[in-house]
Each structure stands twice: as structure tokens, then as C-alpha cells.
């Protein structure tokens, strides 16, 4: 018998399959997969665009870093202005108020009008109290004239007087000289002594005249300057009564803007209530930087101003000043390190800085968020 033969065993196409697949999972990867460098080959632009990107990317983080570094910025910043209460100084009835809310004005402008009526009345009234005074000042220095007459008057009188009773001593003597001569009478004598005693009395009555005479000046003299200082009491009635009047009209001290508007008309106000808030045009920027920001920053550094309610525009400005001490030293309770539960925390300081030119159109107000950027190197 001849030799049995083994015949090779057949596989079918699955089983290839099969084995083709055992022998992929065995390897790692597919068969024909391409190797990096023929993906490259094949997206070459692919691959040449990302690495432009990339190398883009690095160098303009490179350059934004570069620049960057030489900027300080927080956005915990505002802008500020010194807002003020506009309030009469003079009470009444608001006959007007011709500024609406938010309204610009110039420095002069009419912001509210009071009933002057009664003011108006007060200055009449003052008036005529200066004009009583000068009289009445006319009338002393009228006196004090007449006075200086009757002084003149007296002392003729006291020279009359003299002059008699020098010619009284003359005959009194001459009537002595006769008596102890034997020529004369003794009644001569004593009508002589008479006429002597009376002269004496006589002058003396006149030097007394005199006295009085120059003690009434001084007296008219001294209501002469009381009523000087009527006048000028008068008259500084009348100058309050003026500026009474005067504020009846509120104007603007600066210009600015009209906010919070209370004031209305035929409303009743007192003296010193307010009637509405005022915003200068003169606003500024107070950035507060944390204090480990501030080894290179000084005044006149330039700032790049952004306002977050226009992100789309750019200010400039520079620093004005920075404040000696942080916000919280000057704070209504600063805090007291000494209490032994102290923490440190980095704190910020006030920066002021003043904007180059604010553009008209932009209506910027106290309390707007910013951010500077302050170039400190």
C-alpha cells in the first residue's frame, strides 16, 4: 500500500482574516499605518501654519510680557470730584428754579430764585436808618458849631470882665493912695472895694462861662462820635441787608452739572437747606494701588485710563499725587494694630490722577469705575 500523505490544512478567507487581525493586535499597530513623518509629508501646510501660529503665540507672550512689566494697574479705581449741596443762605417761597436735572451751567449762572419781597423791604428799612444817622450826625456837628461860637462869646465876656476889673484894682488903689494922704474920703475907699469885689465876681462868673462852654464841646464831641458809630452800625445793616438780597438768587459758584434736583418751585426753604447736588467740571481719578505696587511710582508718570462704561475708549493721564498713608489710616474707625490680634494685609493707598483732556462727549461722574495702567518703568 502506498504511503498515506498529509495534506495541508486549508484555511478559509475568515480564518485569514482572523489571523490577519491576531497578528495586528500582536504588533500595536495597523499593518500599512504611516509613520509621523510621512503625516507630515502629507499636511505639511497643516503642520507649517500651527508652528507659525505657535512661534506668533510665543513671541507676542514674549513682547506683551516685556511691555507689560513696566505698567501698574488695579481695577479697584473710581473717578472723584468735591460734590457739594447747593443750599440758600437766606430763607423764603422758591419763586423759580430754571436748571432741570443733570443740566450744565456756568460759573454765574441762576440756579434758584427766593421771594426777595421781604428782603427788598429790609433794605428800604436800612436805608433809612443810614440816612437818619447822617442826619443826626449833622445836626451834632451844627451843635458843636454853635457851641464854638458861644466859646468865643465866653471868653470875650471873661477879657470884658478882666479889663474891668483891672480898671477896679486901678481905682480901688487910687482911692487908698488919697485916703492915707489925707485927700480922699473913706466912703471913696469902700465904693472902690465894692466895685473891686464885684469886677472879681464878675470875672470869675465869666472864666466859669468859659469852662462850661468848653466842657459842652467836649459833650457834643462825644455824641458826635456816638453818632458816627450809628451810622457805621447803620450802615452795615444795610450792607447785610444788601447780601440778604443778593442771595435771594442762587448761582452757580463754578461751572459743573445739576444733580439730585430738590428744590421746586413754590416750595418753602430755609436757610441752609438744600435744594440741589453740584458736580464740578474739575474730576479726577483716585487708584487705589496696593502698597507693594508703589516702590517706583511718582508724580508725573503717564497713565492709560479705560472707563469700564466706554471700553472702547482710551484716556490719558499722569500721577498727581500719591497719599501719605493708606485709606484705612484715615478712615472714620483705622484700624489699632496694637489690639494683639493683629493680621497683616497688604493695603492700599490712594493715588490721584488728573486726565489729560475728558472728552466732551463722554459724561463721566464721581464714582465710575476705571482702570489706569501707570507706566512706572
Not at 71 to 88: I, K, M, N, P
Not at 149 to 155: D, F, G, L, R, S
Not at 179 to 205: F, I, M, P, W, Y
Not at 306 to 333: C, E, H, M, N
Amino acid at each position: 500500500m502506498p504511503p498515506r500523505t498529509e495534506e495541508a490544512p486549508k484555511h478559509s478567507p475568515d480564518q485569514g482574516s482572523e489571523a490577519k487581525g491576531q497578528s495586528t493586535e500582536q504588533s500595536g499597530k495597523p499593518a500599512n499605518s504611516p509613520s509621523p513623518r510621512e503625516r507630515l509629508r502629507a499636511h505639511w501646510l497643516l503642520a507649517t501654519v500651527g508652528t507659525i501660529v505657535l512661534i506668533a503665540a510665543l513671541v507676542g507672550g514674549l513682547l506683551y510680557w516685556l511691555d507689560v512689566r513696566h505698567y501698574e494697574s488695579t481695577d479697584d479705581a473710581f473717578v472723584a470730584a468735591r460734590s457739594f449741596s447747593v443750599a440758600s443762605k437766606v430763607g423764603g417761597y422758591v419763586t423759580d428754579i430754571p436748571v432741570t436735572d443733570n443740566q450744565h451751567v456756568n460759573a454765574g449762572d441762576l440756579l434758584a430764585k427766593i421771594d426777595e419781597r421781604d428782603y427788598r423791604i429790609a433794605v428800604d428799612q436800612a436805608t433809612a436808618q443810614v440816612a437818619a444817622s447822617r442826619a443826626n450826625i449833622a445836626n451834632v456837628e451844627a451843635q458843636i458849631d454853635s457851641q464854638q461860637e458861644q466859646i468865643k462869646q465866653a471868653q470875650a465876656q471873661l477879657e470884658q470882665a478882666q479889663a474891668q476889673l483891672q480898671f477896679s484894682q486901678e481905682e480901688f488903689k487910687r482911692a487908698e493912695d488919697l485916703v492915707e494922704k489925707g485927700a480922699g474920703t473913706v466912703q471913696r475907699q469902700q465904693q472902690t472895694r465894692s466895685d473891686l469885689q464885684a469886677q472879681q465876681a464878675n470875672t470869675e462868673r465869666a472864666k466859669t462861662a468859659v469852662t462850661a462852654a468848653q466842657l459842652g464841646i467836649k459833650t457834643l464831641q462825644a455824641q458826635l462820635e456816638g453818632a458816627k458809630a450809628q451810622l457805621e452800625q447803620s450802615q452795615a445793616q444795610l450792607d447785610q441787608a444788601k447780601l440778604n438780597l443778593q442771595y435771594t438768587s442762587v448761582v452757580a459758584a463754578q461751572s459743573g452739572r445739576v444733580v439730585k434736583l430738590s428744590g421746586a418751585r413754590g416750595t418753602f426753604v430755609t436757610a441752609g437747606q438744600s435744594l440741589m447736588m453740584f458736580v464740578p467740571d474739575q474730576v479726577w481719578i483716585v487708584a487705589n494701588y496696593k502698597e507693594t505696587q508703589l516702590n517706583d511710582m511718582r508724580p508725573g508718570q503717564p497713565v492709560e485710563i479705560r472707563i469700564d462704561a466706554y471700553p472702547g475708549r482710551k484716556l490719558a493721564g499722569r500721577v498727581d499725587s500719591v497719599q501719605p498713608g493708606s485709606g484705612t489710616a484715615f478712615s472714620l474707625l483705622p484700624a489699632e494694630n496694637a489690639t494683639g490680634n493683629y493680621v497683616k494685609v497688604v493695603q492700599r493707598v490712594p493715588v490721584k490722577i488728573m486726565v489729560d483732556n475728558w472728552p466732551a462727549d463722554l459724561p463721566v461722574g464721581p464714582g465710575m469705575s476705571v482702570v489706569p495702567w501707570t507706566r512706572v518703568r
